[in-house]
C-alpha cells in the first residue's frame, strides 16, 4: 500500500535532527565530529538505497533470508526431540501441520482465525499464547543459534566478514581501528565483540569505550535472531533478512551518535589500523565438538537469562500498574481530591508514560501522521527501554496478524527495536565490558548511560533509514 511521500521526506529530515538531539546532549558541543556524521550517515543512505531498492542487493538479502529461516526451521529438530515430536502439542512436526509453514504455525494459531487444528493437539485456542510459542519454540532456537555461531568462529568464518565491515568502517569514518574492529563484531555477537579487542581496553579513550558500549546497546547478537523472527515471520516473511540488514546499518548510526555524545579528545592508540583477533599460543584450541558443546551451554544460560528478565521485568511492569490502576479506582471517591487523583491515574500506565516521552522521536521516523498509529508505535518503542524488546515485538506481531498497524509501521518500528537499547542490558555490557578492563570500571560505569542514550538515538536513526526508502511496495516484506 502507497503512503504520501512526504513521510519519506520526515524520515529523510529525521536523521538528522536526532544528529541535533545528539549533540544537545554532548559532552563537549564545539567538538564536532564532522567527518565521523557525514561519512556514517553517508554509509547509511548507500547500505538503505542498496537494501530497499537495488535490485541485486535485494535479491542476495532474500537468499540470505531464506538460507537463515531454513536453519531456524532445522533448529527445531532438536527442541521437538526434546519437548515431543509427532502428534506432540509442544514443538509439533510440520508434515502433521495443517495450514502455515513450520515457523509461522503457532503464531498463526495465536492470532489467526480461524482455529488451525493439527492431529493430536492438546491445546485449544483458550490457551494458546505467545508466551508458549515464547518458551517453547524461540527459547529452544536461542540455544541451537549460539552453538551454531560458535562453530563458525570455530571454523574461522565469521572473522573475514568482521574485518570486511572494521575495515569499511575505519576508511570511511576514520574511526580507530579497535573500536571499528568491536563494532563490526556486534553485527554477530554481543558483549563477547569486545573481547576482540581486550588488549586495547585498558589503553582506550572515553570515546573509544562510549563507542564499543553504544554498538553493543544498539545492535543484536545473532544468537537472538530467532527470537524476534519466529514472532513477525507469517506477516513479515523477509524480517530475517531486513533483521540482519538492521544490525548492519545500526553500527553506523552507534560511531554517529557515541560521537556526537562523547567526542574523541585524545588520539587513540590504533588509529589508522584494524587490529586482528589475537589468540592466545598457549591455550589449545577446542575441537569443532567441544565449540559446539560450550557455544550449546552458553545458549542455554542465555535462554534461562532472557526468560528470567522477561518474567521478573514484566511482573514489576504488572505490580506498577496495578497501583496505577487502584489509584484510577479513586474515582467513586466522594472525596473530590481523591476524584481528581482516580481521573489522572486512570489513563496513567507505564506503556502510556513512556509512550509520551517517546512520541516527538518516534514522530521523526516518519511511521505516520496517523495520530492512534504513531501512538501505537511510540508505545511499542517505548515500553522497550523497560521490558526489553521481546514484549514489543510480540504486541507488533499481533497488531500486524490483526491488520491493525501499516506495513510501512510495520518495517519501521521492526529496524528501531532492532538493538539491546534496554535497562536490562545495561549491567550485562556495562558490568562485562570492565570485567575485562577492571581498571576503567570508573570510566565505563559513567559513560554507561551515555552509551544507552547514544544506542537509543541509534536505533531510530536506523527507523529513519527505512523510512526514507520505503516506497510501499509490498515486496519489501516479501508480501
Same mark, same amino acid.
Given at each position: 500500500?502507497?503512503?504520501?511521500?512526504?513521510?519519506?521526506?520526515?524520515?529523510?529530515?529525521?536523521?538528522?535532527?536526532?544528529?541535533?538531539?545528539?549533540?544537545?546532549?554532548?559532552?563537549?558541543?564545539?567538538?564536532?565530529?564532522?567527518?565521523?556524521?557525514?561519512?556514517?550517515?553517508?554509509?547509511?543512505?548507500?547500505?538503505?538505497?542498496?537494501?530497499?531498492?537495488?535490485?541485486?542487493?535485494?535479491?542476495?538479502?532474500?537468499?540470505?533470508?531464506?538460507?537463515?529461516?531454513?536453519?531456524?526451521?532445522?533448529?527445531?529438530?532438536?527442541?521437538?526431540?526434546?519437548?515431543?515430536?509427532?502428534?506432540?502439542?509442544?514443538?509439533?512436526?510440520?508434515?502433521?501441520?495443517?495450514?502455515?509453514?513450520?515457523?509461522?504455525?503457532?503464531?498463526?494459531?495465536?492470532? $489467526?482465525?480461524?482455529?488451525?487444528?493439527?492431529?493430536?493437539?492438546?491445546?485449544?485456542?483458550?490457551?494458546?499464547?505467545?508466551?508458549?510459542?515464547?518458551?517453547?519454540?524461540?527459547?529452544?532456537?536461542?540455544?541451537?543459534?549460539?552453538?551454531?555461531?560458535?562453530?563458525?568462529?570455530?571454523?574461522?568464518?565469521?572473522?573475514?566478514?568482521?574485518?570486511?565491515?572494521?575495515?569499511?568502517?575505519?576508511?570511511?569514518?576514520?574511526?580507530? $581501528?579497535?573500536?571499528?574492529?568491536?563494532?563490526?563484531?556486534?553485527?554477530?555477537?554481543?558483549?563477547?565483540?569486545?573481547?576482540?579487542?581486550?588488549?586495547?581496553?585498558?589503553?582506550?579513550?572515553?570515546?573509544?569505550?562510549?563507542?564499543?558500549?553504544?554498538?553493543?546497546?544498539?545492535?543484536?547478537?545473532?544468537?537472538?535472531?530467532?527470537?524476534?523472527?519466529?514472532?513477525?515471520?507469517?506477516?513479515?516473511?523477509?524480517?530475517?533478512?531486513?533483521?540482519?540488514?538492521?544490525?548492519?546499518?545500526?553500527?553506523?548510526?552507534?560511531?554517529?551518535?557515541?560521537?556526537?555524545?562523547?567526542?574523541?579528545?585524545?588520539?587513540?592508540?590504533?588509529?589508522?589500523?584494524?587490529?586482528?583477533?589475537?589468540?592466545?599460543?598457549?591455550?589449545?584450541?577446542?575441537?569443532?565438538?567441544?565449540?559446539?558443546?560450550?557455544?550449546?551451554?552458553?545458549?542455554?544460560?542465555?535462554?534461562?537469562?532472557?526468560?528470567?528478565?522477561?518474567?521478573?521485568?514484566?511482573?514489576?511492569?504488572?505490580?506498577?500498574?496495578?497501583?496505577?490502576?487502584?489509584?484510577?479506582?479513586?474515582?467513586?471517591?466522594?472525596?473530590?481530591?481523591?476524584?481528581?487523583?482516580?481521573?489522572?491515574?486512570?489513563?496513567?500506565?507505564?506503556?502510556?508514560?513512556?509512550?509520551?516521552?517517546?512520541?516527538?522521536?518516534?514522530?521523526?521516523?516518519?511511521?505516520?501522521?496517523?495520530?492512534?498509529?504513531?501512538?501505537?508505535?511510540?508505545?511499542?518503542?517505548?515500553?522497550?527501554?523497560?521490558?526489553?524488546?521481546?514484549?514489543?515485538?510480540?504486541?507488533?506481531?499481533?497488531?500486524?496478524?490483526?491488520?491493525?498497524?501499516?506495513?510501512?509501521?510495520?518495517?519501521?518500528?521492526?529496524?528501531?527495536?532492532?538493538?539491546?537499547?534496554?535497562?536490562?542490558?545495561?549491567?550485562?555490557?556495562?558490568?562485562?565490558?570492565?570485567?575485562?578492563?577492571?581498571?576503567?570500571?570508573?570510566?565505563?560505569?559513567?559513560? $554507561?548511560?551515555?552509551?544507552?542514550?547514544?544506542?537509543?538515538?541509534?536505533?531510530?536513526?536506523?527507523?529513519?533509514?527505512?523510512?526514507?526508502?520505503?516506497?510501499?511496495?509490498?515486496?519489501?516484506?516479501?508480501?
Amino acid at each position: 500500500m502507497s503512503h504520501p511521500l512526504y513521510l519519506n521526506l520526515i524520515s529523510f529530515c529525521g536523521i538528522f535532527a536526532l544528529c541535533f538531539i545528539a549533540w544537545l546532549s554532548s559532552e563537549h558541543r564545539r567538538l564536532i565530529p564532522w567527518k565521523v556524521i557525514i561519512f556514517g550517515i553517508g554509509l547509511q543512505l548507500v547500505m538503505g538505497l542498496l537494501i530497499f531498492l537495488f535490485a541485486p542487493t535485494r535479491q542476495f538479502i532474500l537468499g540470505l533470508n531464506d538460507a537463515l529461516n531454513a536453519i531456524l526451521d532445522a533448529s527445531e529438530a532438536g527442541a521437538r526431540f526434546m519437548l515431543g515430536g509427532g502428534n506432540s502439542a509442544f514443538v509439533p512436526d510440520p508434515e502433521l501441520m495443517v495450514g502455515p509453514g513450520p515457523a509461522g504455525r503457532w503464531i498463526y494459531r495465536a492470532v $489467526g482465525t480461524p482455529y488451525v487444528s493439527v492431529p493430536g493437539d492438546r491445546l485449544t485456542p483458550d490457551n494458546l499464547s505467545f508466551g508458549f510459542i515464547f518458551a517453547f519454540r524461540s527459547l529452544p532456537q536461542v540455544v541451537f543459534f549460539s552453538a551454531l555461531i560458535a562453530l563458525l568462529y570455530r571454523l574461522h568464518l565469521i572473522q573475514p566478514v568482521v574485518q570486511v565491515f572494521a575495515k569499511l568502517f575505519r576508511a570511511t569514518m576514520s574511526i580507530s $581501528g579497535a573500536e571499528s574492529l568491536s563494532g563490526a563484531a556486534n553485527i554477530f555477537v554481543g558483549i563477547e565483540s569486545a573481547i576482540a579487542v581486550k588488549p586495547f581496553l585498558a589503553d582506550m579513550t572515553r570515546s573509544e569505550l562510549c563507542a564499543i558500549l553504544t554498538c553493543c546497546f544498539g545492535s543484536i547478537a545473532s544468537t537472538v535472531l530467532a527470537l524476534y523472527t519466529s514472532f513477525l515471520r507469517p506477516t513479515f516473511p523477509t524480517i530475517t533478512g531486513h533483521l540482519m540488514s538492521a544490525s548492519v546499518l545500526t553500527i553506523p548510526a552507534c560511531f554517529v551518535m557515541a560521537k556526537l555524545i562523547v567526542p574523541e579528545t585524545d588520539v587513540p592508540k590504533t588509529l589508522g589500523k584494524v587490529p586482528t583477533e589475537e589468540e592466545d599460543p598457549n591455550q589449545k584450541k577446542p575441537s569443532l565438538i567441544d565449540s559446539l558443546i560450550v557455544g550449546a551451554s552458553d545458549g542455554v544460560r542465555m535462554a534461562v537469562g532472557i526468560a528470567a528478565v522477561v518474567i521478573a521485568i514484566l511482573g514489576l511492569v504488572a505490580l506498577v500498574n496495578t497501583f496505577f490502576a487502584y489509584l484510577a479506582n479513586l474515582t467513586a471517591s466522594d472525596n473530590p481530591l481523591l476524584q481528581l487523583i482516580g481521573n489522572i491515574f486512570s489513563v496513567i500506565t507505564l506503556d502510556n508514560i513512556f509512550g509520551v516521552l517517546f512520541l516527538p522521536l518516534t514522530f521523526l521516523t516518519g511511521i505516520s501522521l496517523n495520530w492512534q498509529e504513531l501512538w501505537q508505535a511510540s508505545v511499542l518503542i517505548g515500553q522497550r527501554l523497560l521490558q526489553t524488546e521481546i514484549p514489543s515485538y510480540l504486541k507488533l506481531a499481533q497488531l500486524s496478524a490483526q491488520g491493525l498497524i501499516s506495513d510501512r509501521a510495520i518495517l519501521i518500528i521492526s529496524y528501531v527495536l532492532c538493538g539491546f537499547a534496554h535497562i536490562a542490558s545495561f549491567g550485562i555490557f556495562v558490568g562485562g565490558l570492565a570485567s575485562l578492563v577492571p581498571e576503567r570500571r570508573a570510566d565505563i560505569s559513567a559513560i $554507561g548511560w551515555k552509551a544507552l542514550w547514544a544506542a537509543t538515538l541509534a536505533t531510530y536513526m536506523t527507523g529513519c533509514i527505512a523510512g526514507v526508502f520505503d516506497f510501499g511496495n509490498p515486496a519489501i516484506l516479501g508480501k
